[in-house]
């Protein structure tokens, strides 16, 4: 059995759509337990954040006993609680962080209250062990757009740049539902786009030589469905497969680019990938050609790691615990701006 002496850490995930709960032992994964109310706001186009609460209230205590069924553990082995408490949705933020204050309250076991963010890059740690010191993370989905300095991610992660319109994954749902392609539309432009040309339509590339490691997508949002609207106006056919093709290679083409600049200027030889838009095969291709030209290691965490789930929450906690670290006080608040720099709460 690997070490007993390392700790178990249950950790609880609902900053968005996804209730998630993580169970690991050190940087081992034993469970990771997902109830997603993705279909409830497919009508929508978009995460409907009331729908998306009440869905975490009804998900989490099944979700938990699913978790440590998973796991092959009980309440009594579990040494920590770990939760998002920001940045997300706050009502449904709320609903983890009460959660989880209700559980290690009531099992007298310490409570960590985490980042988000910094949660999605540590769980890489459970596929490809321990990061490096720095590394550079890119971190795209459909809530943030981020390019993170991580000299240490229990302790130290800075924002070096972000979106400052739309998020990466965000403008795939719009594209989608402008192609009529439904929600998310992420995974269905990923498959369309294999049979279209990326080179077909000249989409802009917003702040590509700007000089910051900042991302604009809603320019090229925008252009998308003027050249749309204009091909509908003139009668003519829509070449979905080509849109989606030339779309997904103008945002791809953005993240790697301004991934592998802060890579070179912070002299990082390792660059992470994760957010549900490290789903996308074309990013990954991409992204591995590129890195390899430049000398940067890439790791990508499997796609399941990469969406949000319960398991990069248990991660942080875990790495916290083993870090010293001071578990948060019982009147931790969900803090939906959190920033980056805190790691913890
Ligand atoms: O991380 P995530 O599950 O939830 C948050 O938004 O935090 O990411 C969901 C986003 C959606 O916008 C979805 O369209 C996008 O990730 N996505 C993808 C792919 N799979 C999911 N985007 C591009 N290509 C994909 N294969
Ligand atoms: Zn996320």
């Excluded at 709960?21 to 993705?38: E, F, M, N, P, Y």
């Excluded at 991610?153 to 192609?179: C, H, I, N, Q, Y």
């Excluded at 578990?327 to 720099?341: Q, R, W, Y």
């Amino acid at each position: 059995m690997i070490g007993d002496s390392e700790p178990l850490v249950l950790g609880i995930e609902t900053s968005c759509d996804e209730t998630g709960v993580g169970i690991v032992r050190g940087r081992t994964l034993l469970a990771d337990a997902i109830a997603s109310s993705v279909e409830q706001h497919a009508r929508f186009g978009g995460v409907v954040p009331e729908v998306a609460s009440r869905a975490h209230l009804e998900a989490m205590g099944p979700t938990v006993e699913r978790a440590l069924a998973d796991a092959g553990v009980t309440f009594a082995d579990v040494d920590a609680f770990a939760v998002t408490a920001g940045p997300g949705l706050p009502g449904a933020l709320m609903v983890g962080v009460a959660a989880a204050k209700a559980y290690a309250l009531s099992l007298g076991k310490p409570l960590y209250g985490v980042n988000h963010l910094a949660a999605h890059v540590c769980v890489d740690q459970l596929e490809h062990g321990p990061l490096p010191k720095p590394c550079v993370a890119l971190l795209v989905s459909g809530g943030h757009s981020s390019i993170l300095l991580v000299p240490d991610v229990a302790s130290d992660v800075r924002a070096l740049g972000s979106t400052v319109d739309d998020a990466a994954g965000e403008a795939f749902d719009k594209v989608a539902r402008v192609l009529d392609l439904g929600f998310p539309g992420g995974p269905v432009i990923d498959r369309r786009a294999r049979e279209g040309d990326p080179a077909a339509i000249a989409f802009p590339r917003g702040k590509y030589n700007d000089g910051t490691y900042d991302f604009s997508f809603s320019g090229l949002k925008t252009a998308v469905a003027r050249w749309v609207e204009a091909r509908q106006r003139a009668g003519e056919p829509v070449p979905v497969a080509d849109v989606a093709a030339s779309f997904q290679e103008a945002v791809v083409d953005v993240l790697v680019h301004k991934a592998l600049k802060v890579c070179k200027d912070n002299g990082a030889r390792d660059l992470l990938i994760g957010g549900g838009v490290a789903a996308n095969s074309r990013l990954r291709a991409l992204a591995a050609e590129r890195c390899e030209q430049a000398g940067v290691r890439l790791r990508v965490p499997r796609p399941k790691l990469c969406t949000d789930n319960g398991a990069m929450v248990a991660a942080l906690g875990s790495e916290l615990v083993s870090s010293g670290l001071a578990p948060s006080e019982l009147d931790l608040p969900a803090d939906s701006s959190l920033p980056i720099g805190s790691v913890t709460l």
